[in-house]
């Protein structure tokens, strides 16, 4: 089968399965969205006006399928297939429930936060690549050295700190104790929104720790990862050939050594983008960063599973995504993953 | 058949025995030999294990004897957000961190160090060392149930996955990328927030439901690799049992891997709770140094200098239990590489042999 076409279904089916398995989630986890709807219900909180409901179970009833088909998109009382098929049609078409604490659609409260956690998450996945690429490759040049050894002893370091505990660190010196950077906060409050000068300065200010601790997420071990993909293919004898042969050593470091030693490393990346929207809910709690994760955060504080069941979809389908786009360019970067279609 | 041919081996087994008679002790003695001792003399000569067993073993006898040796942390013991080491990093007079007292112990008298507020005290005036030390039992407990659950898993569905082949293969392979695909975090939480787990190897349990599959996967090409070699053809062909060939001949071959991925297991399981425990998604039910830190940045710890130690001990001490695993799971290939420990094993008969070869 075509190489494209199988990645394909292959996203489909695990796009399809993901769906499947939030809509069970929503539908029976014991305590989940339509319990909890149930329960607020039977209090007051939500729903007709208090007097109209009867304290016993409203499970059932009319009002009750009314309210767990605006908020969640769930009819309790109809046949599952029915249910599941109500919940699929509305997720497809974009509608995602109601959120409970803010009282408006689920799509107004975070379709404007997903920019900024893209901008997070891809400037941080690009940071972190680069930089531990160029690290892993010089610290596998000076294999043996002081440096190596330094360096070595640091990055192990910086792997055993959870990233977001860095982020917590860096954000008390720098920003609270040195006023280097913002408390928190996404854009620069005086500054017109646009392509101007001032706008940007905030945008890239208020990015650069949220950014930077992201980056940190799979930094460590990343780097030492890279040294030893570089060490072992300065062992390979097609080097020796190259030197042979009187190529510019600075060519071959670049074409050749690299080249192969961050192969690997590109499919890590398949794994590492999920850390990264993961790791965002966390380090926009810590920054106060308005993007997808706060708002999964502000979901969990107020118990609005609406917004969380949300949040936890749109995260799962960008994650898909991207790595169906990483599975696509893979092959392309590596032309033989596509004759060896078993190799994953 | 197939016990027919088991039998034909506990055959030449005990024959094997009665030219050799080997006492329970003597058995005893090897085992001990081969699989505690050469180890631990192979880590204690890896700079790397040898530190990280040093680190480890320290938060070992910090979760239980430490627990017994320091009173539980109680609010207001003392004037809140005081510094650490008071009195000056220097021991002296009574109002300093370490104070010397004169207690009896079996009837004799004898000098018995006391720690006053050592690493200073939050804001609620608890003490912050007495706040390390209890958060220690429950964070190891979750740690090993959650390392032992997730590479449990991965190593099953891997391996059997890898072996079998065919439908079985693509169901837990399939099942495996949607795992993958599913971000860890956001589950977990939505998890948490339903289940609200008490108990911290509940907890544990709960954190290796998004781990397992980065194992599986890796494990499921090495055992592809491993199912064709062709000792493991011989024991097919004999009709050895699958179970017997899963455990005999393919896992000792991945046991380092297995053992590696383990330490690194219980290292994600140790940040994703603390993770959780700072979002405030899981019951707050024991001291915990995820509730410790995010307790100091929602209470004012970020806003003044002073506050350096209310912040910084706890994350300290989740890092520093973190690099100790990391040491011992870098140095850890040696102590799986079968010439290294064999050199190392002095009284058993195979390890002599082995090192004489060399």
């Given at each position: ?136 490759a010089?610290?596998a040049y ?87 993909n570089s060490i072992q293919e300065l062992?390979k004898?097609y080097l020796?050939?190259a ?6 050593l600075?060519r071959v470091t670049t074409l050749y050594v690299a080249r192969n030693a961050i ?82 | ?358």
């Amino acid at each position: 089968m075509n190489y494209y076409l199988k990645r394909g279904l292959q996203a489909l089916f695990t796009l399809w399965a993901v769906l499947t398995i939030t809509f069970v989630l929503t539908r029976w986890m014991p305590g989940g969205p339509v319990d909890f709807l149930r329960a607020q219900m039977i209090a007051g909180n939500v729903g007709p006006a208090s007097g109209e409901v009867t304290v016993q179970d409203p499970a059932g009833s009319e009002q009750f399928d009314d309210l767990a088909r605006r908020y969640v998109n769930v009819v309790p009382s109809a046949p599952i297939h029915e249910q599941y098929f109500t919940w699929m049609k509305a997720t497809l078409t974009g509608d995602l429930g109601r959120s409970i604490s803010f009282s408006k659609p689920v799509e107004a409260v975070v379709v404007p936060a997903i920019p900024w956690t893209l901008f997070l998450g891809t400037v941080g996945i690009i940071t972190s690549f680069v930089v531990r690429v160029v690290i892993g490759a010089v610290l596998a040049y000076r294999e043996g050295s002081w440096l190596d050894f330094g360096g070595s002893t640091a990055l192990l370091w910086i792997q055993s700190v959870p990233f977001f505990l860095i982020g917590l660190g860096l954000l008390y010196v720098t920003a609270y104790q040195w006023g280097w950077f913002p408390l928190g906060g996404r854009v620069n409050p005086d500054a017109t929104p646009g392509i101007n000068w001032p706008y940007v300065a905030g945008v890239l200010n208020h990015a650069a720790l949220p950014v930077f601790s992201l980056a940190m997420a799979s930094f460590g071990s990343g780097a030492i990862a890279m040294r030893a993909n570089s060490i072992q293919e300065l062992g390979k004898d097609y080097l020796r050939v190259a030197q042979l042969r009187g190529i510019n050593l600075r060519r071959v470091t670049t074409l050749y050594v690299a080249r192969n030693a961050i192969l690997p490393m590109y499919t890590g990346m398949l794994i590492q983008l999920g850390y990264i929207f993961s790791g965002a809910i966390l380090i926009e709690t810590i920054f106060n960063y308005k993007g997808l994760g706060f708002y999964l955060f502000r979901g969990i504080q107020a118990r609005d599973y609406p917004l969380m069941m949300a949040v936890f979809i749109l995260i799962t389908v960008s994650i898909v995504i991207a790595m169906f786009v990483a599975d696509v360019t893979y092959g392309w970067v590596d032309p033989r993953v596509k004759r060896d279609s078993e190799s994953y | 058949m197939a016990s027919e041919d088991s039998n034909i081996f506990k055959a030449l087994e005990s024959q094997s025995e009665a030219a050799e008679p080997m006492s329970t002790r003597e058995r005893w003695m090897a085992w001990i030999d081969l699989w505690i001792i050469a180890p631990a003399r192979i880590m204690w000569i890896d700079r790397r294990t040898r530190i990280g067993s040093i680190i480890v073993a320290l938060y070992l006898l910090t979760g239980s004897v430490g627990v017994w040796l320091t009173e539980e942390p109680e609010l207001n013991e003392a004037s809140p957000l005081r510094g650490p080491f008071p009195g000056g990093i220097i021991p002296g007079g009574q109002e300093s961190w370490l104070v010397v007292q004169d207690t009896t112990l079996l009837g004799l008298t004898v000098p018995w160090p006391t720690l006053n507020y050592v690493f200073g005290t939050n804001n609620t005036g608890q003490d912050i060392f007495e706040l390390l030390v209890h958060a220690t039992p429950p964070m190891l407990e979750m740690a090993l149930v959650g390392g032992i659950a997730t590479t449990l898993i991965g190593v099953v569905v891997g391996t059997f996955a890898g072996y079998k082949g065919g439908r079985i293969e693509r169901l837990l392979m399939t099942a495996t990328d949607i795992q993958m695909a599913v971000p860890g975090l956001p589950l977990l939480i939505v998890l948490a927030v339903a289940i609200e787990p008490q108990e911290p190897w509940v907890v544990g349990l709960l954190l290796s439901v998004d781990a397992w599959a980065g194992l599986s996967r890796s494990l499921h090409s090495q055992v592809l690799a491993l199912r064709s070699e062709s000792y493991v053809e011989a024991s097919r062909v004999l009709g050895l049992g699958e179970v017997s060939i899963l455990r005999d001949d393919i896992l000792p071959n991945i046991m380092p891997f297995i053992m590696i991925n383990f330490m690194g297991n219980t290292i994600r399981v140790i940040a994703a709770s603390v993770g959780l425990y700072f979002l405030g998604v899981l019951p707050y039910t024991t001291a915990n140094w995820g509730v410790m830190t995010q307790n100091a940045y929602s209470n004012g710890a970020m806003l003044s200098a002073g506050t350096w130690h209310w912040l910084f001990l706890p994350i300290f001490a989740i890092s520093l239990l973190g690099y100790g695993i990391i040491m011992i799971s870098q140095g850890m290939d040696r102590v799986f590489n079968p010439r290294v420990r064999a050199r190392q094993s002095s009284t058993s008969e195979g390890g002599e042999a082995v090192a004489a070869m060399e």
